[in-house]
């Protein structure tokens, strides 16, 4: 495993896009595996920019890990949503195709059933991953078990406090996600964990020096031949 400590999340978003980059260039038809969250949102502005200077996206697949079941795509705190403002929408030329679970399907285990043959048949040649103050990736809660598959997964009050930031209230979180399974997460050729912030210190030391264990999912990471841990100071400041 990699581990990068930057000054800044910018400088360390910079990192971050200059590795998508590579993996477009590289790559003929590339699959990058998408992540939400405030993390994220610096490597998605240093994306943006080298999508303006050229970099062209028109046989990129992008999928995210994760949506709320409930919240529609127009919902402005769905998954769906985030990624329109954050990303889709400021590109110049669009991914060929981009997918995020539908937390809204009438039948949600046909839909992680759908999701689960998409990945198969678009193997995630770089997959963005923030992380939970807990420890989860996409919406891999701590648990005794840990399911490999896509799955519909009860989120943990820690979660739910935690994203209660992003709604009026913390009555409106939704208490249940779609997400990737740890399968999909281990099987993309490149992982790049984003974390920043004291309140991800722990969580960060746990995963990348504790022992491996389900009840910190991105503990599971030292599993993969290549991880790529972006950190800040603060975040990389219990390792
Ligand atoms: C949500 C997402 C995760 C993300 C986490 C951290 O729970 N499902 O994929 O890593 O938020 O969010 P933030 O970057 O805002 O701290």
């Keep these: 495993m990699r581990i990068r400590v930057f000054e800044s999340p910018k400088d360390a978003g910079i990192y971050v896009a200059t590795l998508m980059e590579q993996v477009i260039l590289h790559v003929e038809r590339p699959v990058l595996g998408l992540a939400t969250g405030s993390t994220v949102i610096p490597c998605y502005q240093a994306f943006r920019s080298l999508a303006d200077c050229g970099l062209d996206l028109s046989r990129t697949v992008t999928i995210n890990l994760d949506e709320y079941v409930g919240l529609s795509a127009d919902h402005a705190q769905s998954y769906h949503y985030f990624m329109r403002e954050n990303l889709f929408q400021h590109l110049p030329t669009k991914p ?8 809204v399907a009438a039948n949600l285990e046909e839909e992680c059933k759908r999701y689960d043959a998409l990945i198969q048949s678009h193997p995630i040649d770089l997959q963005l991953l923030g992380i939970g103050v807990n420890g989860h990736i996409g919406f891999n809660e701590p648990s005794h078990s840990l399911l490999s598959r896509t799955h519909v997964v009860s989120l943990s009050e820690e979660t739910i406090q935690s994203n209660a930031r992003f709604f009026d209230t913390v009555k409106n979180v939704p208490h249940q996600a779609v997400t990737m399974g740890v399968q999909a997460i281990l099987q993309a050729k490149q992982i790049v964990l984003v974390a920043f912030g004291k309140n991800k210190a722990k969580a960060v030391a746990e995963s990348v020096s504790g022992s491996v264990q389900t009840n ?3 503990s599971m990471l030292q599993l993969h031949r290549d991880v790529t841990w972006v950190l800040d100071k603060e975040s990389a400041s219990l390792l």
């Design 96 to 103: 060929e195709e981009s997918h995020v679970p539908n937390g």
């Design 216 to 218: 910190v999912p991105a």
